[in-house]
């Protein structure tokens, strides 16, 4: 178990997880780790360099000199603020790829952990709870169904005036679950001990509301 709290938030894309993150981390004065964002960002550095995705000793080597930074809402690589550019589909599809190589997860697993700092931590990922932290008192895991996921992704693009294809946000969300759960390592699915909140039926307010009543339940808020 880590010194300091660490309260794990899991699920697959789209259910609400940063948003709950960012949430608790304001409520509670804890740091911050958008472990998605580390991948989306080594996903960046990827493309940006022109690795091949079979190139197993490159991706390690970005991995494990990763030049990002997170500020506030904001995710930094090697200087440059790139928060847009590492939420498209293009990146995620990348992102899920290269999480799928053991070497890449090993390589990411210490730089993970050592966000763990006083007072404590709010874990935003895939496999907070199962493999980065699983000693944390409070697992939760988010899950939502495809078909809401896509809807709240094809509301949030068209928001920043962007087109999109429902059917096809649907059919990516769909085979971006069947790789994560499916995969011989740190496979997406919830900790034996996490506490599950379908968000399907849920606004955000009650999804936040739900969590905080397991932290003051857990003893966890000061």
Known sequence: MSEFPVITIDGPSG?????????LTCKTGFHLLDSGAIYRSL????????????????????????PVEFK????????????????????????????????VRSALLNRQKAFAQSPGLIAD??????VVFPGSPL??????????RAERRVKQLKNQGIDANIA???????????????????????????????????DINEVCQKAMALLWDRNLMK
Do not use: C, F, H, W
């Open 15 to 23: 259910v609400g997880k940063g948003t709950l993150a960012q949430y």
């Open 43 to 66: 996903a960046y550095g990827v493309t940006a360099n022109q690795i091949a995705i079979d190139d197993v000793a490159s991706l390690v080597a970005l991995a494990e000199t990763l």
């Open 72 to 103: 506030a809402t904001s995710i930094i690589y090697d200087g440059t603020d790139v928060t847009a550019k590492v939420r498209t589909e293009e990146v995620a599809a990348v992102a899920s790829t290269v999480a799928a190589i053991p070497e």
């Open 125 to 130: 990922g895939r496999d907070m709870g199962t």
């Open 139 to 148: 697992k939760l895991y988010l899950t939502a169904s495809a078909a809401v």
């Open 168 to 202: 096809q946000i649907t059919k990516d969300i769909e085979e971006r679950d069947l790789r994560d759960s499916s995969r011989k390592t740190a496979p997406l699915k919830p900790a034996d001990d996490a506490i599950i909140i379908d968000t399907s039926d849920l």
